[in-house]
């Protein structure tokens, strides 16, 4: 599949993007490749869930989605250090002699801003409540993920609407991720995690929930993903981090705390 390149592409020192999903119904792949071909970065952190390798459903992957991987390998190519810490829909890479992609692969990693602030990285999914752990139970929401997703395409279909327009069905599942998110203290727990590691922030992805924002002193960064909210986390040349946000109609970012740096950013 050809698409078009980006001659000007918006430079970041890093980038944070995570829950790709490639293989599910449920991945956007098109605002995936167009986001990955506008922009240039020194860094590229993949926060996990990229391939989505145990979802339950039919595997859904064709020529974007090798171009998707195709235009990483560039920019590595290129000169950007890509570092895939792989999450729990890809935890098989974390398995030894399981990196057939030619990027740095680690469970967490540490990132130094510009500006001297010091982060931890990780997917997130070690900060769950331990029932949300248990592979069957991982395993069985993915399946209703995509069972619900599925059936909210059909209906899209028979009913002839647009893919940004919102459903009820859309709704149901952005709300469940949200309590699940919520319910289990998640937020708390990561920082916990980065208080013990002795740094200033956390950055992670997993919850589907992207945010930015001051808890407990400490930052809180949360990539997003690019099933629903189309977001990534980027740090500037002076070590500022915002949200981006990418295409027309994505899902809202909540704007809260004392950090709302979200832009809008399109092909």
Not at 64 to 78: D, G, K, R, S
Not at 119 to 127: F, K, N, R
Request: with cysteine.
């Amino acid at each position: 599949m050809s698409r078009s390149r980006h001659h000007n592409k918006q430079r970041y020192r890093s980038l944070f993007l995570s829950d790709f999903h490639l293989g599910s119904r449920g991945c956007s792949p098109g605002p995936i490749l167009d986001f990955l071909q506008s922009v240039q970065a020194d860094a590229i952190y993949l926060v996990g869930d990229i391939l989505d390798l145990w979802h339950g459903g039919p595997v859904q992957w064709g020529d974007i989605h090798a171009e998707i991987i195709e235009t990483l390998e560039a920019h590595a190519e290129a000169g950007t250090r890509i570092v895939y810490l792989p999450g729990n829909h890809d935890a098989a890479l974390r398995s030894p002699g399981m990196n057939f992609l030619s990027f740095e692969l680690t469970e967490t990693a540490l990132h130094v801003g510009a500006d001297g602030q010091r982060y931890l990285i990780v997917h997130g999914d070690q900060c769950d409540a331990r029932i949300l752990r248990w592979h069957a139970m991982t395993r069985f929401g993915s399946r209703m993920d995509a069972l619900f997703r599925g059936i909210d395409a059909w209906l899209r279909r028979r009913r002839d609407v647009s893919e940004t327009e919102r459903t009820l069905i859309q709704l149901a599942i952005e709300g469940i991720n949200h309590l699940i998110a919520r319910g289990s203290g998640y937020e708390h727990r990561l920082i916990a995690l980065a208080s013990e590691a002795g740094v200033d922030g956390i950055i992670c992805g997993h919850s589907h929930k992207p945010a930015l924002r001051d808890v407990d002193g400490m930052t809180y960064a949360n990539c997003g993903d690019w099933v629903d909210s189309l977001t990534a986390l980027a740090e500037d040349s002076s070590g500022a981090l915002q949200l981006l946000q990418w295409g027309a109609e994505p899902a809202a970012v909540p704007e809260t705390g004392t950090r709302p740096a979200v832009a809008k950013v399109r092909a």
